[in-house]
T-cell receptor
Framework: GAGVSQTPSNKVTEKGKYVELRCDPI?????LYWYRQSLGQGPEFLIYFQGTGAADDSGLPNDRFFAVRPEGSVSTLKIQRTERGDSAVYLCASSSIAGALYNEQFFGPGTRLTVL | AQSVSQHNHHVILSEAASLELGCNYS??????LFWYVQYPGQHLQLLLKYFSGDPLVKGIKGFEAEFIKSKFSFNLRKPSVQWSDTAEYFC???????????FGKGTMLLVSP
């Protein structure tokens, strides 16, 4: 079956602009995660959805970042007033089991965001 | 909060050499442990995982890892690497009761033919 997909694959924007990044999880997966991977670093957690609600948004760096998942499937990560420091690869993952002992996350290819 | 430390940022090996990548985590409770791999131009893929039971776990492509609780370690091993193992390897921990993963900074492995 299809894996996690993310669009766009690359996004170049100017400082101060607004961007939206989309994630389409594996069909039937109830849990969805956003991570950010900066150059030379491992992925860092941003936000986790269980169904339509954000179960944990403690990783969002500030209030310029927001994410939604209105129908419990596709999710959009929104970044307002982008800054050069927001440049990174934004990864989405989904899982069929969440909040339990076992958690295997399947990752998408990521969106590379460059803020000029 | 948990953290993960990977000892080597870059490793260069010749084909057929043995591989061991170090991973240590800091968390006092029960953890689930993972190794993910990212081949050039591809997305993160699960290599192997430890939840409970036998501390020696075997994954895909001949990789294995050993969980040593007393050392808070989960080192990745492969007896004989191939050129196709060239990739970046990430260790990750999921603390019991939390669904998110905490990753190490990754180790870039380059295998020369």
């Amino acid at each position: 079956g299809a894996g996690v997909s993310q669009t766009p694959s690359n996004k170049v924007t100017e400082k101060g602009k607004y961007v939206e990044l989309r994630c389409d999880p594996i069909s039937g997966h109830t849990a969805l995660y956003w991570y950010r991977q900066s150059l030379g670093q491992g992925p860092e957690f941003l936000i986790y959805f269980q169904g339509t609600g954000a179960a944990d948004d403690s990783g969002l760096p500030n209030d310029r970042f927001f994410a939604v998942r209105p129908e419990g499937s596709v999710s959009t990560l929104k970044i307002q007033r982008t800054e050069r420091g927001d440049s990174a690869v934004y990864l989405c993952a989904s899982s069929s089991i969440a909040g339990a002992l076992y958690n295997e996350q399947f990752f998408g290819p990521g969106t590379r965001l460059t803020v000029l | 909060a948990q953290s993960v430390s990977q000892h080597n940022h870059h490793v260069i090996l010749s084909e057929a050499a043995s591989l061991e990548l170090g991973c240590n985590y800091s968390y006092g409770g029960t953890v689930n442990l993972f190794w993910y791999v990212q081949y050039p131009g591809q997305h993160l893929q699960l290599l192997l995982k430890y939840f409970s039971g036998d501390p020696l776990v075997k994954g895909i492509k001949g990789f294995e890892a050993e969980f040593i609780k007393s050392k808070f370690s989960f080192n990745l091993r492969k007896p004989s690497v191939q050129w196709s193992d060239t990739a970046e390897y990430f260790c990750a921990v999921n603390a019991n009761g939390y669904s998110t993963l905490t990753f190490g900074k990754g180790t870039m492995l380059l295998v020369s033919p």
